[in-house]
C-alpha cells in the first residue's frame, strides 16, 4: 500500500504507515490537537515524532485538531528505508477552486470553512500510550491540570467515541 497524508480543514488521515518505525512530522502553525491511534510521541519546535505506533485498524484518522496547523513536511522509517511521504491537502477556499460558478453544486457560503481561527500561545497534542494519556506542548511533557485550550481538547478527546 502506497504511504500518503491527507490533511482537511480539522483532520488528518494518513494510510499505509502499517510498520513504520517512526513518523517525522514538520509543520508550522499553532494548534490544540488529539492523536488518534496509540503510540509514543515526542514534539518539538514545529516537528512531531512519533514511533512505536499501533496501526489504526477502524480508521486512518491520525490527527484531530483545532487552530492552524499546515504540515510541510512528512518523513517515515521503515525497518530497512526511510520515505518522503506526500501530504495532500484539501481545501475549500474558494480562490483554490477550479471550474465554473455556472455549474458548481456547492454555495458560495459553504466555502472558506477550512479559514481557522489562531490559537493563542504554544500548541497542545494529546496521545495515549499503554493505556496512559500524556499531553504535550512544544517544550516538554505538560501535566494535564490547567491546560490551555483545555475544553477544545475535552471536545476533541469525546469525539473519539463518535
Known amino acids: 500500500m502506497k504511504v500518503r497524508i491527507d490533511q482537511y480543514y480539522n483532520e488528518i488521515f494518513m494510510s499505509g504507515y502499517a510498520g513504520a518505525r517512526l513518523i517525522d512530522i514538520?509543520?508550522?502553525?499553532?494548534f490544540t490537537g488529539d492523536l488518534i491511534p496509540e503510540g509514543h510521541v515526542s514534539m518539538g519546535k514545529n516537528r512531531i515524532l512519533i514511533s512505536n505506533i499501533k496501526e489504526n485498524v477502524a480508521s486512518n484518522l491520525l490527527i484531530r485538531y483545532e487552530g492552524n496547523l499546515n504540515i510541510t513536511r512528512v518523513y517515515m522509517r521503515f525497518k530497512d528505508s526511510s520515505i518522503a511521504v506526500p501530504v495532500i491537502k484539501h481545501s475549500d477556499e474558494v480562490n483554490r477552486i477550479f471550474g465554473k460558478w455556472s455549474e458548481a453544486e456547492t454555495k458560495y457560503e459553504d466555502?472558506?470553512?477550512?479559514?481557522k481561527y489562531f490559537i493563542e500561545g504554544d500548541s497542545l497534542l494529546s496521545y495515549v500510550n499503554k493505556d496512559k494519556r500524556f499531553y504535550l506542548n512544544r517544550k516538554k511533557r505538560a501535566g494535564n491540570t490547567s491546560l490551555p485550550n483545555s475544553k477544545i481538547l475535552e471536545n476533541l478527546i469525546a469525539k473519539r467515541s463518535e
Open 26 to 30: 514538520r509543520f508550522n502553525g499553532a
Open 111 to 115: 466555502y472558506n470553512k477550512s479559514f
